[in-house]
T-cell receptor, first 114, second 112 residues
Framework: GDSVTQMEGPVTLSEEAFLTINCTYT??????LFWYVQYPGEGLQLLLK?????DKGSNKGFEATYRKETTSFHLEKGSVQVSDSAVYFC?????????????FGKGTLLTVNP | DADVTQTPRNRITKTGKRIMLECSQT?????MYWYRQDPGLGLRLIYY???????NKGEISDGYSVSRQAQAKFSLSLESAIPNQTALYFC???????????FGPGTRLTVT
């Protein structure tokens, strides 16, 4: 079945450091890929998405590129801020058949220190 | 106002009690979902509903039931709560033409 593997945390960085959170996936079809972010005490919010190979999703300084050849969707940000401290989830939806089920990775906790 | 609301936000209950978690949405979406989040396990789908007359089991439906009272309301019930149902529960909605899901703020449930 479909699955998402993301790097285990926690990840602790200093403000203005470069961030990479790795995400790889296994899917039988051609999934759409997402990064969701969960700030403390809140629900998940969509951060960015990509729906086909080589698409780049971007939002709030974060970027991720859909790499079909490596089945990856790594999240990057050039300069993190304290306000980026949150849990980040990589997810996919299988775009064939029943396109309802989001499959999530286990989440990566990011803490950014001033 | 939030598009997806959940009540209660926090609940402590005892083993064997029946409890209902409620979700309401103002996004006008037909599709609604219930997930549970456990540390280190990500989110797992409990039930989902594509419209008022359509209810489906997710990955981990045992011990749970749901009711779709209207397009905007989707409730999750624990008929007889047990301690391993202690978790953070999220409701979500989506539009069938778009794949993003919109999440409520969550209900933190503790079963003692």
């Amino acid at each position: 079945g479909d699955s998402v593997t993301q790097m285990e945390g926690p990840v602790t960085l200093s403000e203005e450091a470069f961030l990479t959170i790795n995400c790889t996936y296994t899917a039988t079809g051609y999934p759409s890929l997402f990064w969701y972010v969960q700030y403390p005490g809140e629900g998940l919010q969509l951060l960015l998405k990509a729906t086909k190979a080589d698409d780049k999703g971007s939002n709030k300084g974060f970027e991720a590129t859909y790499r079909k050849e490596t089945t990856s969707f790594h999240l990057e940000k050039g300069s993190v801020q304290v306000s980026d401290s949150a849990v980040y989830f990589c997810a996919l939806i299988y775009s064939g058949g029943s396109n309802y089920k989001l499959t999530f990775g286990k989440g990566t906790l990011l803490t950014v220190n001033p | 106002d939030a598009d997806v609301t959940q009540t209660p936000r926090n609940r402590i209950t005892k083993t064997g009690k029946r409890i209902m978690l409620e979700c309401s949405q103002t996004k006008g979406h037909d599709r609604m979902y219930w997930y549970r989040q456990d540390p280190g396990l990500g989110l797992r789908l409990i039930y989902y509903s594509f419209d008022v007359k359509d209810i489906n089991k997710g990955e981990i439906s045992d011990g749970y039931s749901v009711s779709r009272q209207a397009q905007a309301k989707f409730s999750l019930s624990l008929e007889s709560a047990i301690p391993n149902q202690t978790a953070l529960y999220f409701c979500a909605t989506s539009d069938p033409d778009r794949w993003e899901q919109y999440f409520g703020p969550g209900t933190r449930l503790t079963v003692t």
